[in-house]
């Protein structure tokens, strides 16, 4: 049969008042989510609020949108059109919550069992030891989640959702208390894992570092809809909007700029942006339309004054330094492009800077890479 | 003497008994749809419950009879089941002792079933339990310190009930007479030593409830 992948096309909103049932000082909040993945690892990147959490509590049957559908394999777990909505023990899914929710009054084995009550009698015992083996935490099974460290906290939560062989994997923040050394291994786990299992997974997460690290595809989300859907790097070079960009770090964003002419034969874009000049990829636009762009800070490659003179054309500019402020291995340089009084934030390996022995006040020369440079359409 | 303080004694003992079993299993079920469900009129059933708590005993006891007695309500319902009315038994004794303890079992349990970490239900859920075994394997018995200080709280308040009781059940003797209501008889009737003894006995038993019920909800909030 055909993996069919999962299918989600939700909306759900929430009155001023609504809100968990009691005065609530959070605006009125609209959920409007579409996309469709494959058995691959999306992960939801988008600040607090965006509703990440909202979406999983939809899928996982905790909360009925208002209409849409969701599809999980060849399950229909909600479909308001045809009256669907499956209850949240019907529905087979794995969910590990942001917060822990182990049983504590129950020892790893009982917490781990609670998933496989629905197996065979016989089958229970092995894929108890399956789940034990595929997250090493065979001599855990005894302890209490009070005596457990926090990554084995989440680890058993892991087995615990894993038990039951679901057909989609939910991980709502699953490592954010933890320190940024279990993080990594921990992401790294989850990776080999989903090879293992192939099953959908969805990863909601707000540290990029892991979003790049686990993601086969990004779902960007922002005031609850969905704003782009697509690889770490299509997303982190081409970002759709302002919201976009934001998210991903791009903190230079200048909205004064227009399209002057478009290059199709070197497939490049010239904007004017104030007095100043930049090209940048493609993009799919008209002459004179208005547009965004902007750069990531740790994207500016800083060079000394010796080496050349603004040319516009070669997006070299030159610039002077307002501030540099040291953050260990690396600096963060605020300068301005003296022609075009526009302000940049930079951040650059301390490394590749101090040989230039610049101080405030020095000036330099920037390049502005043009696989780097986004652009955009301001909304 | 000895038959005039064991009679009483076993009598509230037993009263408070069946009277603390009703409110356990009762209250448990009223708490926990008080504490995880939404439905029109909870606000007013939530009144109806405590009401008993600010009440004069009297009162109840006057607003049972006019529900227990041959023309109440229930007290009808009886009658034409038995053939015989409950008013002046050990049963309506039992009845009165539910409804002034039935408040402080709920309001309890609510509580402790609130402090309950929702998502630990929905995890359950997600893992495939129902919410009744969730319920039985998860959030009572997480809310278990609750519950048992409501039932110690409950139990002492069955004890001690006299107003209610001597509305519903009457003062009669090897019948209804229980510790409170003897120690108002012997008092009356001048036999100091009875009241004195039965007084005593009745604080003991205070102390201990009140120790007990200390050390459960101690460790509530520990």
């Given at each position: 049969m055909r993996n069919l992948g999962v299918k989600v096309d939700i909306k759900k909103s929430y009155n001023k008042a609504e809100i968990n049932g009691k005065k609530s000082t959070k605006k009125a909040f609209m959920l409007d989510i579409n996309f469709e993945m494959e058995n691959e690892l999306v992960v939801l990147f988008g600040p607090s609020g965006s509703g990440k959490t909202t979406l999983f509590k939809c899928i996982s049957g905790i909360i009925e949108p208002d209409n849409g559908i969701i599809v999980v394999g060849s399950n229909v777990y909600c479909d308001k059109d045809k009256k669907i909505n499956i209850p949240i023990q019907k529905r087979n899914l794995g969910y590990v919550f942001q917060n822990d929710t182990l049983f504590p009054h129950m020892n790893v084995r009982k917490n781990i069992e609670c998933g496989l009550k629905s197996l065979e009698k016989e089958n229970r015992e092995t894929r108890f030891m399956e789940v034990l083996d595929l997250l090493h935490i065979e001599e855990l099974e005894t302890r209490y989640p009070a005596q457990l460290s926090g990554g084995q906290k989440q680890r058993v939560a892991l087995a615990r959702a894993l038990a039951p062989k679901p057909e989609i994997l939910l991980l709502d923040?699953?490592?954010?208390?933890?320190?940024t050394e279990i993080r990594t291994k921990l992401a790294k786990k989850i990776k080999t894992l989903q090879n293992k299992i192939r099953i959908p997974l969805l990863f909601i997460t707000h540290n990029l570092e892991e979003a790049f690290l686990l993601a086969s595809k990004i779902l960007v989300l922002h005031g609850g809809k969905a704003q782009q859907f697509g690889t770490p790097e299509e997303i982190f070079y081409n970002p759709q909007n302002r919201h976009v960009a934001e998210i991903f770090g791009v903190s230079n964003i200048f909205d004064d700029a227009y399209v002057k002419e478009q290059d199709e034969e070197s497939r490049s874009t010239i904007l004017k942006s104030g007095s100043m000049q930049i090209t940048v990829k493609y993009l799919n636009c008209r002459v004179r339309d208005e547009v965004c762009w902007g750069i990531h800070p740790e994207n500016i490659t800083l060079l000394s004054p010796e080496s050349g003179f603004e040319d516009q054309n070669e997006n070299l500019y030159l610039a002077s330094i307002n501030s540099i402020i040291n953050k260990g291995p690396k600096k963060r340089i605020t300068l301005k492009l003296v022609k075009h009084n526009k302000i940049l934030n930079v951040e650059v390996p301390a490394q590749f800077i101090d040989p230039l022995k610049l101080h405030a006040n020095d000036s330099c020369l920037v390049k502005l890479e043009m696989s780097k440079v986004v652009a955009f359409y301001c909304f | 003497m000895l038959d005039q303080i064991w009679f009483p004694l076993y009598l509230t003992f037993w009263i408070a008994l069946v009277s603390s079993l009703l409110v356990l299993c009762s209250g448990v079920i009223i708490a926990y749809i008080f504490a995880r469900r939404d439905f029109r009129g909870k606000k007013l059933a939530e009144v109806l419950i405590t009401l008993p708590l600010v009440l004069p005993p009297t009162v109840i006891g006057y607003l049972l009879i006019l529900l227990m007695g041959k023309n109440g309500f229930i007290g009808h319902m009886i009658y034409n089941v038995l053939g015989t009315g409950i008013m002046f038994t050990w049963q309506a004794a039992v009845i009165a002792a539910y409804t002034v303890s039935l408040p402080l079992m709920v309001r309890t349990t609510q509580a402790a079933i609130e402090a309950v970490d929702k998502e630990l239900e929905y995890a359950a859920y997600i893992l495939g339990r129902s919410e009744i075994e969730t319920a039985l394997v998860i959030t009572l018995p997480l809310a278990k310190r609750g519950i048992l200080a409501g039932l110690v709280l409950s139990f002492a308040r069955s004890i001690g009930e006299f107003g209610a009781t001597l509305m519903l059940a009457g003062n009669i003797q090897g019948k209804t007479n229980t510790m409170s209501i003897s120690i108002y008889n012997a008092f009356q009737s001048g036999n100091d030593e009875l009241a004195k003894v039965l007084v005593l006995i009745l604080i003991l038993m205070s102390l201990l409830a009140i120790t007990l019920t200390g050390r459960f909800i101690g460790k509530l909030e520990a």
């Open positions: 923040e699953p490592f954010s208390a933890l320190d | -």
